[in-house]
C-alpha cells in the first residue's frame, strides 16, 4: 500500500476511504466522492498538500464549487485552550499559510452540521491542532480532539 507524508513528516498508509470521507464532508454525493477518489493515485511519499491539490484538481472535473471547497478547508484536531475567548481560535502557522489566512481574519469552523466563525490568530509552533475555548467546542457540539473543519470562505 501507498504511503503518504502527513505535515508533520510522519508517514502514513493511504486510505481511500479516507479520502471518499473527506470528499463528502465539502457537499459531494457518495458516487462523485468515489469517481474521485477512483482517479486519484497517491505517488510513493506524496505530501498530503500535493495530495490535496491534486483532489482539487480531480474535483474541479465534476463540479468547480466542490473543488473550491475542498481545497479552502483542512481538518484538525480540536483542544479547549482556557485562555481563549469565545470567537477566537488559534491554528498553526503552516495551516494559516496553507489557507491563505493571516492572523486576525475571520474563518468559519464546522462539525456536525453546524457552523461558526471566528477570528484565527496563530498558535504556538509546537502545536499541531486548533485551539478553542470550552464554550465555542460546545457551540459546535464537539468534544476534544475531535477534528473540527477550518474554512478559510466564509459563508
Known amino acids: 500500500m501507498v504511503k503518504i507524508q502527513k505535515e508533520g513528516g510522519k508517514l502514513e498508509e493511504f486510505s481511500k476511504a479516507k479520502l471518499e470521507q473527506s470528499i463528502k464532508l465539502t457537499g459531494a454525493s457518495a458516487?462523485?466522492?468515489?469517481?474521485?477518489?477512483?482517479?486519484v493515485k497517491p505517488a510513493e511519499?506524496?505530501?498530503t498538500a500535493d495530495l490535496r491539490r491534486t483532489?482539487?484538481?480531480?474535483?474541479?472535473?465534476e463540479d468547480s464549487t466542490l473543488s473550491s471547497a475542498y481545497a479552502s478547508t483542512k481538518r484538525l484536531s480540536a483542544k479547549v485552550n482556557a485562555e481563549l475567548s469565545p470567537?477566537?481560535?488559534?491554528?498553526p502557522e503552516g495551516m494559516l499559510r496553507s489557507l491563505d489566512l493571516k492572523s486576525g481574519?475571520?474563518?468559519?469552523?464546522?462539525?456536525?452540521?453546524?457552523?461558526?466563525?471566528?477570528?484565527?490568530?496563530?498558535?504556538?509552533?509546537?502545536?499541531r491542532g486548533?485551539?478553542?475555548?470550552?464554550?465555542?467546542?460546545?457551540?459546535?457540539?464537539?468534544?476534544e480532539g475531535t477534528k473540527i473543519g477550518l474554512h478559510s470562505e466564509i459563508r
Do not use: N, T, Y
Open 31 to 39: 458516487e462523485v466522492a468515489k469517481r474521485v477518489a477512483d482517479r
Open 45 to 47: 511519499g506524496m505530501p
Open 55 to 61: 483532489v482539487a484538481k480531480e474535483l474541479k472535473r
Open 87 to 91: 470567537g477566537v481560535a488559534r491554528i
Open 105 to 127: 481574519q475571520a474563518a468559519r469552523l464546522s462539525f456536525g452540521g453546524k457552523s461558526l466563525e471566528v477570528k484565527v490568530e496563530k498558535a504556538e509552533a509546537a502545536h
Open 130 to 143: 486548533i485551539l478553542l475555548s470550552k464554550a465555542d467546542l460546545q457551540k459546535l457540539g464537539a468534544s
